[in-house]
């Protein structure tokens, strides 16, 4: 079974800029964000029960999920959310339960950006946070999404806190502009990630 390493950290941390520097190395990256598109994609048993239970206009004319219709729709019928995520979760976690347990590299890393919050510690063997200030979060993301800044505060106040992330970690990549660089802060990650695979 392949070791897997949980990454995690707020909006804008740098979740993807770590994982594409794994990548370079050979290193499989699995995504969360990914996992949760593919279980509504179309033919998938997700997207056939929300079609059903929600009619048609669920989707978009070429029978993709029209994810702006689902959104809106759960917004205001907080029951219905309930149902959705009963239905979503398992198929996400036994997707990466699968899809991580395939990984051909000597370890894997789990990419799930809502890790601490929805407690899925327990999908990996080690967890890696990677740390920034929230003054930082808001500048990037800003500056990636071109999106207001109140946007960006909004969602960093529904997520868990940096210092609920640091407590879960047992590695912290540091990524402020005035950090080590990430190469390096990697390079070491990739030899202890092997050590501990090859036990
Ligand atoms: P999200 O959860 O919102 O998808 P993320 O955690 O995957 O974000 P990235 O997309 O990797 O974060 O990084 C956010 C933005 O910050 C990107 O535009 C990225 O290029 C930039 N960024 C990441 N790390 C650094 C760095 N060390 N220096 C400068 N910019 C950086």
Redesign the pocket.
């Known amino acids: 079974m392949a070791y897997v390493v949980g990454v995690t950290?707020?909006?804008?941390?740098?979740?993807?800029?770590?994982?594409?520097l794994f990548a370079e190395k050979g290193i499989e990256v699995i995504d969360a964000?990914v996992i949760a598109r593919q279980v509504v994609e179309p033919g998938s048993e997700g997207l056939k029960a929300i079609s059903e239970k929600f009619g048609a206009s669920m989707l978009n004319d070429d029978g993709t999920l029209n994810r702006g219709a689902l959104r809106g729709h759960v917004f205001s019928h907080p029951e219905d959310k309930e149902w959705l995520n009963g239905l979503l979760h398992p198929k996400i976690r036994q997707e990466m339960i699968t899809q991580t347990a395939q990984a051909k590299s000597p370890y894997c890393l789990l990419?799930i950006?809502l890790l601490v919050e929805n407690g899925l510690q327990s999908l990996c063997q080690r967890v890696l946070v990677?740390d920034?200030s929230e003054a930082?979060?808001v500048t990037?993301?800003t500056?990636?999404?071109l999106v207001p800044e109140e946007q960006v505060k909004n969602?960093l106040a529904a997520q868990a806190t940096r210092q609920q992330r640091l407590e879960a970690a047992d590695d912290v990549i540091f990524?402020?502009?005035d950090?080590k660089?990430?190469s390096e802060q990697i390079e070491t990650l990739h030899h202890q990630y092997l050590a501990l695979a090859a036990q």
């Open positions: 950290g707020g909006i804008g941390s740098g979740k993807t800029t770590v994982a594409n964000d990419v950006p990677v920034v930082t979060q990037r993301t500056q990636r999404d969602i990524n402020e502009n950090s660089p990430l």
